[in-house]
């Protein structure tokens, strides 16, 4: 095929051709090889070392450009977020003795075979992952787990509760990260299923 040079407009082949001891295809080129030597293109491939570098950079620059523009930055927003609908699905309060005025003032207790930290930084794993974590817990604030870990809370309470999250939280990690749309549809087992347990401890 023939093409015309988009520098010097001669016409030039585009068929494969022997360069350096290999064969090269030309096909795509919109310069002759005399205005563009094979290799010398501001597009050529890059190493791996520089391709990180070149995304680091862009990463860096959306983050601070986020940050500016909505006084915190995607990540820490993206974790936020995440606890805020898991804390809201779990009835949006200590499920002791109901407490709700912070989000910063609750907690997850683990019932049982704790593998992760649930801090802020575990929020930013897949929904799934979390969703299979907090299955072991119950919401609880700080007052209520102080009280727990010095064993004043009865162990089968909070057994109780931690099964009714479970059944709550059933099927969760199937749906897709939509805190609106999912808080809307587990409203009605919020109700019937953790509250129901806090009232009876009344």
Same mark, same amino acid.
């Given at each position: 095929?023939?093409?015309?040079?988009?520098? @010097?407009?001669?016409?030039? +082949?585009?068929?494969?051709?022997?360069?350096?001891?290999?064969?090269?295809?030309?096909?795509?080129? %919109? *310069?002759?090889?005399? @205005?563009?030597?094979?290799? +010398?293109?501001?597009?050529?491939?890059?190493?791996?070392?520089?391709?990180?570098?070149?995304?680091? %950079? *862009?990463?860096?620059?959306?983050?601070?450009?986020?940050?500016?523009?909505?006084?915190?930055?995607?990540?820490?927003?993206r974790r936020y977020e995440r606890k805020q609908n898991v804390i809201v699905i779990l009835g949006g309060q200590c499920q002791l003795c109901g407490y709700n005025k912070t989000q910063r003032n609750l907690a997850f207790h683990h019932a049982f075979n704790k593998v992760y930290e649930t801090s802020s930084r575990f929020f930013q794993y897949s929904m799934q992952r979390i969703m299979a974590e907090i299955k072991k817990c119950i919401l609880v604030c700080h007052n209520c787990h102080g009280e727990i870990h010095d064993g004043l809370v009865d162990r089968s309470i909070i057994e109780d509760l931690r099964s009714a999250n479970e059944r709550v939280l059933d099927g969760f990690e199937e749906r897709p990260y939509k805190p609106s749309h999912q808080v809307r549809l587990l409203d009605a087992r919020i109700q019937g299923d953790c509250h129901e347990q806090t009232e009876e401890m009344g």
């Open positions: 095929m023939i093409k015309v040079c988009s520098l @010097c407009h001669n016409e030039f +082949s585009t068929t494969s051709t022997m360069i350096n001891g290999k064969m090269r295809n030309l096909q795509n080129r %919109t *310069k002759c090889l005399k @205005c563009l030597p094979f290799g +010398s293109s501001l597009y050529r491939r890059k190493s791996i070392d520089d391709i990180r570098s070149a995304a680091a %950079t *862009k990463a860096k620059k959306y983050y601070q450009d986020y940050k500016a523009a909505n006084g915190i930055d995607p990540i820490a927003s």
